[in-house]
């Protein structure tokens, strides 16, 4: 077994680089002028780091149309998530939206019993509790509770990302990896440059204004961290990957704690940090 074939290396190299994307895309929010132009220049960022990306993975030809009708499909609820989710990022602080994402698995969860009639175990059930109530421990503040546009955004880009999750399972392994990532990034670039009517100035402007070390660290990150989650799930077993990979919710934690200097209701977030984790578990075992 070579060194790249070990899924364990892709679950290290993706705790690493998730928390450095999440740091960094908080970064850059906080001076930027357009939330639509701010996630296009990311994703650029992210396709030229998945076309350098490409001679590393196998090339494969697809010719089942039904597989990119799907994976186009899917797209369109990743540009919804990713489109929302910069909006959703700017007004939270970052340890937060990453707890708020793994709502996610339970709009997942709904979906499956909802369209492919599976059973509702009762794990599944504690562990979608557990991940919903680690949410409540986050947000909800006695007699100060508000549903403002930045959590809003972020229920919904995270219940999009279920259902492209959702519309595009085992897709990545017909692809070119690196390629399949690109088309992720690609293809919600022009949609969010024709549906929002973006100019070439307004980019040039959000580039002038923007932190540019941020903004490049945000998108090689984000396309490494896309590239090396799939590669673990592609090596590995779900009931293995899945806790592993939300170990990224404690470690942005902390280093937002230090870094990012997200000190509001620290122990309140480690609580719902670990109930995530627990969660998990308990959902993919």
Not at 277 to 284: D, Q
Request: net charge positive.
């Amino acid at each position: 077994m070579t060194l790249f074939s070990n899924f364990k290396i892709y679950i290290i190299i993706y705790l690493i680089v998730s928390v450095i994307f999440n740091q960094n895309y908080k970064i850059v929010t906080k001076k930027n002028i357009n939330d639509g132009v701010l996630t296009i220049l990311i994703q650029f960022i992210s396709v030229i780091t998945c076309i350098f990306l490409l001679p590393f993975f196998e090339f494969k030809v697809v010719t089942d149309y039904r597989v990119y009708l799907f994976l186009f499909i899917s797209i369109i609820f990743y540009t919804i998530n990713d489109r929302l989710g910069t909006t959703s990022r700017k007004g939270l602080e970052s340890s937060t939206y990453i707890i708020l994402k793994q709502i996610s698995t339970v709009f997942m969860i709904f979906m499956g019993v909802l369209f492919f009639k599976e059973p509702l175990i009762i794990k599944k059930i504690i562990g979608s509790f557990l991940i919903v109530l680690s949410n409540i421990i986050v947000f909800y503040k006695k007699q100060n509770f508000k549903f403002n546009k930045h959590l809003l955004c972020g229920v919904i880009a995270n219940a999009c990302l279920a259902v492209a999750l959702f519309l595009d399972v085992n897709n990545s392994n017909k692809f070119n990896l690196s390629f399949y990532v690109l088309l992720t990034f690609l293809i919600p670039i022009i949609l969010i440059f024709l549906f929002e009517r973006i100019k070439i100035k307004d980019i040039v402007k959000e580039y002038k204004v923007c932190n540019k070390y941020a903004l490049i660290v945000t998108g090689i990150t984000w396309s490494l961290m896309m590239i090396t989650k799939l590669k673990s799930y592609e090596l590995g077993s779900v009931s293995v990957v899945a806790p592993l990979t939300s170990l990224t919710v404690i470690l942005n934690i902390f280093v937002s704690y230090f870094f990012l200097k997200e000190k509001k209701d620290i122990l309140k977030k480690v609580i719902a940090g670990i109930l995530i984790i627990i969660g998990i578990i308990l959902i993919k075992s």
